[in-house]
């Protein structure tokens, strides 16, 4: 039994005055209840510092108050990898998985042995023949040079991986969700490269993996069997939803909830306890039920998507744990800290970089 953060009763200014902007509103209009239920269940292994209550601006303008939450780029309680098998002898126990067109592959010896069939593309060749070795990045430098935008043509047709020993010690995420949820104008069809929001595990829930910019570079980023790869921006994220997330799920009559999104609404697993995927959900993957009200539904792992679009305004995901969250702002300037480049990447260009510069010294 993992230790939870059980009595979450924080109030703006006890949790350090730099982490509220001096105007927070009094303590008495927080609703203590509502951040008590969104901080009780998450692993308190992964939560660094104390979570707080921000005053924040939500995606579509709404100015409301906020959890602030930061999380370690990687969380330990998670098994973490593995991704790239180093020979095509190698079985899934020590690959990843792969998705494609709905599917979940294992990405293991024989799946890139078959590359160039599976892709009808005979210049997928990321393994020597004679010897059956992989191509793999596996040293910090090479992750990195594989993840550029412009990836080096000395990269392509490697499978790319970057460990978690390779992330700057404590690089953290900070999520800044709102507490009481509101809900979007205009929704916005798809997951923005903000993310979808985060696990109680402490795992980051990613936007869509941008596969096919990913495999029009000649390269393969598996994810692990959790759905996860790292990013040497924001750490270890997933893509996809599995049983992995259901240990530090909090349960519920209806079915487990996972974690929050970025608008403030329930994740919950994909299916209810009566073993059902409800049939009434909208496109972003969420109704509502009595009790409960309006939360989301994990898709199936393949899909590639872990929830459709987020139907409320969203909040931030900062790479400083003191930062201001204006989402307005970083709808404009692109993702903060960035998650993969899911929305377009141009040409090219690779993912899992993130439109901010790097990170000063
Ligand atoms: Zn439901
Ligand atoms: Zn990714």
């Known amino acids: 039994m993992k230790p939870y953060l059980i009595a979450a009763l924080f109030i703006a200014g006890c949790s350090g005055a730099d982490t509220a902007p001096k105007d927070s509103p009094a303590t008495d209009a927080i609703p203590k209840t509502g951040l008590t239920a969104m901080t009780a269940n998450f692993n308190i292994d992964n939560v660094i510092g104390t979570p707080s209550v921000v005053d924040c601006t939500l995606s579509g303008g709404t100015k409301t108050e906020c959890l602030s939450i930061t999380l370690a780029a990687a969380p330990p309680s998670f098994k973490i990898g593995p991704w790239c098998p180093r020979n095509i002898s190698g ?24 590359m160039s069939t599976f892709y009808k593309d005979p210049k997928w060749q990321m393994f020597d023949p004679a010897t ?97 790869h790292v990013n040497l921006n924001v750490g270890y994220h997933i893509h996809a939803a599995t049983d992995c997330l ?35 959900l909208d496109l972003c993957r969420g109704h509502e039920t009595d009790g409960i009200g309006y939360h989301y539904h994990v898709n199936d792992p393949g899909a590639n998507a872990i929830i459709g679009c987020h139907k409320g305004e969203t ?7 003191n930062g201001t969250c204006d989402a307005t702002q970083s709808a404009r300037r692109g993702p903060p800290g960035g998650g993969d480049r899911g929305d377009r990447p141009p040409r090219g260009e690779r993912p899992e970089r993130g439109d901010r510069p790097p990170k000063p010294q």
């Open 315 to 321: 909040g931030c995901t900062l790479t400083e744990a």
């Open 246 to 280: 259901n240990s530090a799920a909090k349960s519920t009559a209806h079915a487990l909830q996972l974690g929050l999104a970025m608008d403030g609404y329930p994740i919950m697993t994909r299916l209810t306890r009566a073993g059902q995927e409800p049939a009434d």
């Open 91 to 114: 079985g899934p126990d020590v690959s990843g998985i792969w998705l494609e067109g709905g599917k979940v592959y294992d990405a293991d010896g024989a799946f890139i042995q078959n």
């Open 132 to 228: 059956g070795k992989i191509n793999v990045t596996d040293s910090k430098v090479s992750c990195e040079a594989a993840a550029r935008p412009d990836v080096d043509p000395q990269y392509q047709n490697h499978c790319v991986e970057c460990d978690v020993s390779y992330l700057e010690s404590g690089l953290s995420q900070t999520y800044v969700i709102p507490i009481m949820p509101s809900n979007a104008q205009t929704i916005s069809p798809r997951v923005s490269a903000g993310g979808v929001g985060v696990a109680f595990s402490g795992v980051r829930l990613d936007a869509s993996a941008p596969t096919d910019a990913i495999l029009s570079a000649y390269t393969l980023a598996p994810f692990d069997d959790c759905g996860g």
